[in-house]
């Protein structure tokens, strides 16, 4: 049998019922008293005015004009109770409303939870509308409006392409003092900036500027896409503030062209910028020297001009390019770009340049420049992204800088591809899927393959081994590259836990000089070694034999060929061959789809010992 214990009632729950039943009554009493004035006022009216109409009694006791008069005098009376009652019950709805109002989810929401959820809906908004979310928001109700109102931070982010002048300043006024957050794009279609029909594109963007500027004291970022010049006041303007940079400024008249300022947010004092873009804009390199707290540099600075359009007649322009890294030593993120030469720069300093905390460089530049820059700076061992890109045909003998301190992270590949004009790779402590782009990348123009890569390369097989961490090769073979694998085998000398090498090209004459000299006091180096790969190549079945006998170490072994050439089920089929070598299976596998083999001039085929689908 099941005992239930009835629950004493407590304070709170005897003054909620209390509270309830006085207002239970008090409804009840009210409702009495509306009901029997309600029934006594309608009884008055019925007498006064009841459904049958005497009009004999108006036609035979009173003159006619004396009957309109008080009819017209009880028509207003009728008026005026009806408009009493109208008012009264409209008055009843709407505090019946205001109080359901209150009763709904949204205005029982607390402050600080619907703070959030405005923030979420901002940051969920795209594009252009997330500068004008929060002005929906705060014309909903009056409850929301006074939360978004008390709320100085839900203003700081002013979109000026999507915003009026009025709600410009409405959103610097609610922001108080707190810092803003301004972005603004030409580019993008524009909200009016005034309601004046007669007002010119060019003023409204100039009064968005000046607006801008009036603000930067108190910005904490500025994000600008512009396609007319910057006006040098707004860059010479104090921003004491200015966190994050980023102008673009692209002419539509010359894409291509630089503009050159003479300041940088007066640059005579200290600032706290951390990340810095300029695109299509450049200051002097002296600019930057108050610039301390850097930790993200991007400039894009081809093709500089003067205010007069001229090209720059600066011969020492890039004198001082180096202060920038004497100063800006909490550099982790680098890039810069610049088609043409630069001007006047130093000589590289005996002593590179440390950044201790750099992880990514990207120089896209002419090989003597980007060689310039590489070999004044030395970079820490774990960088996790380098990307050098040259702008011009040929390639000297110095773009891989010699002093270890420079670019040590190339020691530490775990793969490496060599292209007709490319040469790239990915580290270990790079946590990146195999798809996304390399960490380390050495690119030259399209136009100029063979001989700068096989160049680059030979430095990098003379001047960044060993590497240690090496699993995999691939060489994109071509007539020039046949010539290096003297090189390439005494490269793998130093790649003690290479387990894979992958050959690609139409020539197999690489091949066969790999087969031939592959000499046995390698492998034992190398005791991962165990897959060798052949792509895209017409391969002689005597070369493939060769290669075979080598690796395997078994100068007996034959293959078998097949009647009929055996199609590939799928494009990421490979075919291999395998034998065991000491403890390790080792392997020589092919793509069907891009490689086939040539027996006697002619297409043939082998009885291959794996037919698999690659889940490359």
Not at 52 to 62: A, G, I
Not at 296 to 307: K, P
Not at 560 to 572: C, G, K, M, N
Request: charged share 25%; aromatic share 8%.
């Amino acid at each position: 049998m099941t005992h239930y214990v009835k629950k004493e009632p407590n304070d709170i729950d005897l003054t909620r019922t209390t509270a309830r039943k006085n207002h239970t009554s008090l409804r009840n009493d009210l409702k009495a008293i509306l009901q029997n004035d309600t029934a006594s006022a309608v009884k008055e009216l019925s007498v006064l005015w009841p459904d049958r109409v005497q009009t004999y009694e108006t036609v035979l006791t009173r003159a006619r004009p004396e009957a309109l008069t008080l009819l017209h005098g009880e028509k207003k009376l009728l008026d005026d109770l009806e408009n009493q009652f109208v008012s009264a019950i409209t008055r009843a709805k709407r505090n019946l409303a205001v109080r359901l109002s209150k009763l709904t989810f949204a205005n029982m929401v607390p402050e600080d939870i619907l703070c959030q959820i405005f923030r979420w809906a901002m940051l969920q908004t795209p594009g252009a509308e997330a500068g004008r979310t929060i002005l929906c928001i705060a014309h909903t109700c009056v409850y929301w409006r006074n939360v978004a109102v008390k709320t100085p931070s839900l203003w700081t982010s002013l979109d000026l392409s999507s915003l009026t002048r009025t709600q410009a300043k409405l959103f610097a006024a609610n922001s108080k003092l707190r810092p803003l957050y301004i972005r603004f794009s030409s580019e993008r279609r524009q909200v009016p900036w005034t309601q004046t029909a007669q007002t010119s594109k060019k003023l409204q963007y100039s009064e968005r500027l000046q607006f801008i500027k009036g603000v930067l004291r108190r910005s904490a970022a500025l994000k600008l896409r512009l396609n007319r010049k910057v006006p040098s006041s707004l860059l010479d303007s104090k921003a004491p503030c200015l966190v994050e940079v980023d102008i673009e400024c692209r002419s539509k008249v010359r894409p291509h062209h630089t503009h050159v300022l003479p300041d940088l947010f007066g640059s005579d004092t200290d600032n706290v910028i951390r990340s810095l873009t300029l695109s299509g804009v450049f200051v002097p390199w002296t600019c930057f020297s108050r610039s301390k707290f850097l930790t993200q540099l991007h400039l894009d600075f081809s093709n500089r001009r003067t205010s007069s359009n001229r090209p720059c007649a600066f011969g020492l322009m890039d004198e001082k390019i180096l202060d920038v890294f004497l100063s800006c030593r909490s550099l982790r993120r680098l890039s810069l770009i610049c088609q043409d030469a630069l001007q006047g720069i130093p000589e590289p300093p005996c002593d590179p340049i440390f950044l201790p905390n750099l992880q990514s460089l990207r120089v896209e530049m002419r090989s003597s420049d980007a060689a310039f820059i590489l070999r004044s700076l030395a970079t820490p061992k774990d960088m996790s992204c380098l990307q050098i890109l040259c702008t011009e045909e040929g390639l000297g003998h110095t773009l891989l800088p010699v002093h270890p301190k420079c670019l040590p992270c190339i020691t530490g590949l775990t793969r490496l591809t060599v292209e007709s004009h490319r040469i790239s790779g990915f580290f270990s402590h790079s946590f990146s899927r195999l798809g996304d782009t390399a960490h380390f990348s050495l690119s030259f123009p399209s136009q100029d393959q063979g001989y700068p890569v096989d160049l680059a390369f030979g430095i990098i097989l003379d001047d960044y081994c060993p590497m240690p961490q090496l699993t995999q090769v691939t060489i994109h073979v071509t007539d020039a590259q046949t010539e290096f694998y003297e090189d390439f085998l005494a490269f793998l000398r130093y790649c003690p836990t290479l387990v894979e090498v992958s050959i690609v090209g139409d020539d197999p004459i690489f091949v066969q000089k790999l087969a031939i000299h592959l000499p046995d006091d390698i492998l034992p180096r190398c005791p991962e070694f165990t897959s060798i790969k052949l792509d895209q190549m017409k391969i002689p079945l005597p070369v493939l034999l060769k290669l075979a006998k080598t690796f395997f170490k078994n100068s007996s072994l034959r293959v078998a060929l097949v009647d009929q050439i055996v199609l590939p089920r799928s494009q990421q089929e490979r075919r291999s061959l395998c034998r065991r070598v000491g403890s390790r299976m080792r392997s020589i596998s092919v793509s069907p789809s891009t490689t086939s083999i040539i027996s006697n001039s002619k297409p043939a085929d082998i009885l291959w010992d794996v037919y698999e689908i690659s889940d490359e």
